[in-house]
């Protein structure tokens, strides 16, 4: 690729042709390059079982090939046809209380519905077939951000099938599922409905009476998703196999296992909208977890918001700076692209206030219109400076969405526990430190790092203890936390004192584990040395008994005053560290420093906290990113020479270089 690309979701099939024009010459001013189409043009299409009609699309496309835009080219088929649901009620889905859908809102059908997979793959391969020629086709775009769930017949028999083909006995279901335990054994394969709200669930999707069905729904409905990937994947495959083929994540979604998408797609690609104006460390996260899917290749930011969003109770607009300084955070994290949703404000329907480049009145002088702008102007005369470029990474953080899911599922020690929350406050605590971080699946190997963090590593698969030991046996720092180490594949507690698989490494066993109200703190004490001090910890209190590790804090408070909260066990030439409850940032960007000072992990800019650094690396170049994310002004402290591509300076080391408010500096050497 020439440029990052620049541009997004674009409808045009929503307007009239004189519309198109007024487009086209604001896409030229703000130098778009890419526009995605056909997201939402089923309906248009198809009219009955056997009545296409692509006029609108092949004007669409004749029209931006001779505009020369890229196309994401999307199969359409996230919003079935409304007459398709009346003619086969089978493609709406029945949610989790058990209500059976009727046509309405999108990404509303059945993915074990026979006649949806006979359409949707019937509409991928015609679209393939009818445009796959086009040369300005950059990649296919399936269906659009799948998920959610559905429980409904068709799911219940294909739930069924998946389990057979799983376990093969039921006996063995019998014991993956514990149905000892309340009166539960399965005699046959029909015996087993859906657990939702109307069987295993109360009331709410995380609290289950059996979380070995539960989890195993989850992944089966993932695998269902995929499988309607692969089956539209297959016909885009026969026809143009040379186009790379993505569908646009939605990031930390918990309802897909991106870990096992991820194999199938070409290109990652994933959609940014961040709850608050303050999450520049979740997205830091998230874009390090696309970016880790396919081990460090480049994705594709496929959505942001160029201001504001429509569906939440209050939408704010991002200030000015804002859409720029997070569009190159994505690149800093590894995008390949700066695209968003939407081009052109809707006319009607629920996303008509939902930010777009153009405003309803076609203006080229809004202040969001500028800003796009300014943006396209300077990635044009970026050029292909950092496309393609790979992070190196020293730190891994582990991210896995079975242990998410079972820990999340599981009755007790605490309802307070959100998984991600967790993730992004451990993420945070090294993020501080502008260090490069990946974060990776448990199956990766760990060759590679120095440091490896796996707060609530719950589910202990295969041999991930082993490959942990080995990593800290040759000199690795390995960080976990309360909750790891202690069940199955199946969610049944391994029978050994906790932290069960991870108890040899960690040299301690811990026989209760308190949970208080999160407001509730106790304390960190360390008595001396380069942490001395006290901290807050909360929400989870394991009462640790040493066996080989060294204490390195005590708690403050409770019955338990003075015993162990953090430890550390010597392990071949590296060290296992142990957090029995979480402590409050404060302590862990200290711990964090400690350890990474040990692997001398630094970042060579010297900045004040809300400046952002991480570094792309391709060939002998090096590219720096510094985002000032902090309402006021900064100066940073050079350590190297460098080059800084968007103001054409050049800097030595040592020099102290101010960065404003909300702004990026991009250094090379
Ligand atoms: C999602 C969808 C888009 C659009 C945006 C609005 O990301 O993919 O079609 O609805 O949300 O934020
Ligand atoms: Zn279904």
Request: glycine share 6%; with cysteine; proline share 3%.
């Amino acid at each position: 690729m020439e440029k990052i690309l620049f541009g997004g979701d674009y409808n045009p099939e929503q307007w009239p042709r004189d519309i198109w024009t007024e487009d086209m010459n604001l896409f030229e001013e703000a130098h778009i390059d890419t526009v995605t189409v056909g997201v939402f043009t089923w309906a248009l299409i198809q009219s009955g079982e056997d009545t296409y009609d692509f006029s609108i699309m092949d004007e669409i496309m004749e029209r931006l090939h001779a505009e020369k835009k890229k196309v994401c080219l999307a199969t359409g088929t996230a919003a079935h046809p409304a007459w398709m649901a009346k003619k086969y009620p089978e493609v709406t889905r029945v949610d989790f209380e058990g209500r059976k859908h009727t046509f309405g809102q999108r990404h509303n059908s059945c993915p074990n519905s026979p006649v949806y997979q006979q359409y949707s793959q019937a509409m991928a391969r015609k679209m393939a077939e009818r445009y796959g020629k086009y040369d300005n086709i950059i990649a296919w775009h399936i269906n659009n951000e799948y998920g959610g769930i559905c429980y409904c017949d068709l799911c219940a028999k294909a739930f069924r099938n998946w389990l057979q083909a799983k376990y093969k006995t039921i006996e063995k279901l019998n014991e993956a599922w514990y149905t000892t335990f309340w009166s539960h054994h399965f005699y046959d394969w029909d015996e087993i409905v859906v657990p939702n709200a109307l069987s295993e669930h109360y009331g709410r999707e995380n609290v289950t009476a059996f979380q070995g069905i539960s989890l195993d729904y989850l992944r089966f409905n993932s695998d269902s998703m995929l499988a309607n990937f692969i089956g539209e994947k297959k016909h885009l495959k026969e026809i143009t196999p040379d186009l790379p083929v993505t569908t646009n994540m939605m990031g930390l979604y918990k309802t897909l296992d991106y870990f096992k998408w991820a194999k199938h797609l070409d290109i990652i690609s994933w959609d940014n909208y961040p709850p608050t104006m303050q999450s520049q460390a979740r997205m830091a996260l998230t874009h390090d977890l696309m970016r880790g899917l396919k081990q460090g290749q480049p994705f594709w930011l496929m959505e942001q918001t160029p201001s504001t969003t429509a569906c939440r109770d209050v939408n704010p607009v991002k200030r000015p700076g804002v859409m720029r300084l997070w569009s190159y955070q994505a690149v800093a994290h590894g995008s390949d692209s700066v695209l968003f949703f939407q081009m052109r404000h809707s006319k009607g329907a629920s996303e008509k206030y939902h930010g777009a480049i153009i405003n309803h009145g076609g203006r080229n002088d809004t202040r969001v219109f500028k800003e796009v702008k300014q943006l396209g102007q300077e990635l044009t005369l970026l050029g292909d400076a950092v496309v393609g470029a790979r992070t190196k990474a020293k730190v891994a953080l582990l991210f896995d969405w079975d242990s998410w899911w079972a820990v999340e599922l599981s009755d007790g020690p605490t309802r307070h526990l959100s998984y991600q929350q967790t993730m992004i406050h451990y993420y945070q605590g090294l993020y501080k430190h502008n260090i490069s971080i990946d974060v990776i699946s448990i199956d990766q190997d760990l060759d590679q790092y120095d440091v490896v963090l796996a707060p609530l590593l719950h589910m202990m698969k295969e041999q991930l203890h082993q490959k942990i030991e080995r990593f800290v046996e040759r000199g690795g720092s390995f960080i976990t936390t309360y909750l790891s180490g202690i069940v199955d594949e199946n969610d049944q507690a391994i029978l050994e004192d906790r932290p069960g698989l991870l108890k040899n490494l960690l040299g301690i066993r811990i026989d209760e584990t308190d949970t208080l109200e999160p407001t509730v703190t106790n304390e960190i004490c360390i008595q001396d040395g380069d942490l001395k001090g006290t901290y807050d910890c909360r929400l989870i209190f394991d009462v640790i008994q040493l066996e080989g590790a060294e204490a390195v804090a005590a708690y403050g408070k409770e019955f338990y005053a003075q015993t162990p909260v953090i430890t550390k066990n010597r392990f071949g030439k590296g060290d296992a560290w142990y957090l029995g409850s979480q402590p409050d940032l404060p302590f862990l960007e200290k711990l964090f420093k400690k350890i990474l000072d040990k692997h001398q992990i630094v970042c060579s800019i010297e900045a004040e906290d809300g400046v952002e650094i991480t570094e792309r690396h391709k060939g002998d170049k090096t590219y720096v990113f510094v985002m000032n994310h902090q309402e006021a002004e900064t100066e940073i402290v050079l350590g190297e020479d460098y080059y800084s591509l968007l103001t054409k300076k050049s800097h030595k080391a040592g020099e102290k270089v101010k960065v404003a408010s909300k702004d990026v500096l991009i250094f090379e050497n």
